[in-house]
């Protein structure tokens, strides 16, 4: 399990972070990047500095700092933060349900890409992923999104063993989730950790987004599974109802 080394450097994670948000979000004031990282004013504007001298991010004329051109420019920025902010609440609640730490990501080609995560407080537990690729199909929110596509988009995203799978192996994963009614990462992304996770809306919500509850996996056992499912499915009904009610008419 890759929990946040006892030996980080707070400035380093604080500056990768704020990449990771200008990224997935787009852009943000110095006030917005100090909030989000829970650190000053000043603080913030010497790490976004420090950003735009590496080319991690550039100021545009609004004063607001923006994805550089090492991180390229992000896609589809809205509809990520939105997603974002309105499941941050119910990632919270689910933790309050389940006692374990939930995260929240959207499917980008071949992987998903974590969003948000909320913590659980024990002190052996799955630690703050936001921001991370992960394998679609060996991540539990990815399999759960990639059961719900036909064969031939599966064979066409996976084309060329792309994401280093066949389309094949991809399909009897997806064959096995369905089968299962639920999707699972017993140890496929890292040895010691187990996840559940279930998509978000329908099959026409973009970005195809799911939610995850993972635990280490000497707190596991089958019998939660049926608890975990039903918190899993009423948090992603909660959200996807939330984002129908924002989204204009």
Request: aromatic share 2%; charged share 25%; glycine share 8%.
């Amino acid at each position: 399990m890759r929990n946040k080394p006892a030996y980080s450097i707070e400035s380093v994670d604080h500056a990768l972070r704020l990449a990771v948000l200008l990224q997935q979000e787009g852009p943000l004031r110095v006030s917005e990047a100090a909030g989000r990282l829970g650190v000053a004013r000043s603080t913030a504007h010497r790490l976004l500095s420090m950003l735009v001298y590496r080319d991690f991010a550039v100021q545009g004329t609004d004063r607001r700092y923006a994805a550089g051109p090492v991180l390229g420019s992000p896609a589809r920025i809205e509809p990520v933060a939105h997603l974002r902010h309105a499941a941050l609440p119910h990632l919270r609640a689910l933790v309050d349900r389940t006692g374990e730490s939930a995260n929240v990501m959207v499917l980008l080609g071949t992987q998903v890409q974590m969003v948000a995560t909320a913590e659980c407080d024990h002190v052996l537990r799955v630690g703050d992923r936001e921001g991370r690729l992960l394998p679609a199909h060996l991540a539990s929110g990815g399999r759960a999104l990639l059961a719900r596509l036909s064969r031939e988009e599966i064979e066409s995203r996976y084309a060329d063993d792309a994401g280093g799978v066949t389309s094949e192996e991809v399909v009897r994963i997806v064959r096995q989730t369905r089968r299962r009614g639920f999707a699972i990462n017993d140890g496929g992304t890292e040895t010691g950790l187990t996840a559940i996770g279930h998509p978000i809306g329908d099959a026409a919500r973009s970005p195809a987004a799911a939610l995850s509850v993972a635990m280490p996996t000497a707190r596991y056992h089958r019998r939660l599974l049926p608890d975990l499912g039903t918190a899993l499915a009423e948090a992603a009904a909660a959200i996807d109802r939330d984002l129908r009610a924002s989204e204009p008419p």
